[in-house]
């Protein structure tokens, strides 16, 4: 595992740098978080892109999660977001853009769907990620397999709690339930970019790293995998030293 421990001013900086060395040239297939944590790499790589410095035009995006009972085109789902934040601003056209969806009544079928889709594009090339504040991986809450594979589950009051701010506040408005790709789908990726900010991270953040691994920590699944970079501001990074 390569970690990266930085200053708040650096974080974007040193994970575009991370993220660019480990994407292939040619049509990358980048995995991509939505929430707080990476928003600012993505605003670098919209910064770059739009300088001409980099170009992610021919990117395939695949999506870790989506909320499940939001209206096509809610501002609060995560299709919304990559395309505002990551699709629109490196000009990567709809049809490369991969977000996990349930249709109608039975969201598990779209679920399913969905982990075809991500072997039919050949993988993961780069999949960053964040880490929840009770240590879970895209949804996958505390108590999941570590060989799920993506599917429909029930977010925890945890989860819930936390992303009620970019819900206004309104913990009632955040959706209970979400399509995730699961622990194993995850560590398919060829490389792994965990992104963690914050003093709100930091007990989960050590955990995970540092703890045994298994379902109570759903990010303990990382130190399996063969190629993690680990990007952390000092705050989420304290309680490791
Ligand atoms: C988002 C996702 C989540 C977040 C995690 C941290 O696609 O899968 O696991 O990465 O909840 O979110 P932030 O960065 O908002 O603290």
Not at 33 to 55: C, K, N
Not at 112 to 123: N, T
Not at 180 to 203: M, N, V
Request: glycine content about 10%; overall charge negative.
């Amino acid at each position: 595992m390569k970690v990266r421990v930085v200053d708040d001013e650096m974080f974007a900086t040193t994970a575009a740098t991370a993220l660019l060395v480990n994407l292939p040239p040619d049509r990358p297939r980048l995995g991509v978080a939505t929430g707080g944590t990476p928003m600012r790499l993505y605003d670098e790589l919209a910064r770059r892109s739009s300088r001409g410095e980099i170009d992610l035009s021919g990117a395939v995006v695949i999506a870790l999660d989506e909320y499940l009972g939001l209206a096509d085109g809610d501002p609060h789902s995560y299709a919304t977001y990559v395309d505002e934040h990551i699709a629109g601003p490196l000009g990567i056209p709809a049809a490369n853009v991969h977000v996990p969806q349930g249709y109608g009544d039975d969201p598990a079928p779209g679920a399913a769907e969905f982990e075809d889709r991500i072997a039919e594009v050949g993988g993961v090339d780069v999949q960053i990620v964040g880490i929840g504040s009770n240590g879970h991986l895209a949804f996958n809450e505390p108590g999941s397999a570590l060989d799920s594979l993506t599917r429909v589950v029930e977010l925890s009051e945890q989860t819930r709690n936390d992303n009620a701010r970019f819900f206004g506040g309104r913990v009632d408005a955040v959706p209970r339930r979400a399509i995730t790709q699961g622990l194993a789908t995850i560590c398919r990726a060829r490389s792994i970019l965990l992104l963690a900010a914050g003093q709100t991270k930091a007990a989960a953040l050590a955990a995970a790293l540092r703890g045994p691994v298994g379902s109570d920590v759903p990010a303990s699944v990382l130190q399996r995998h063969g190629d993690v970079t680990v990007i952390a501001d000092r705050a989420a990074w304290s309680r490791m030293s």
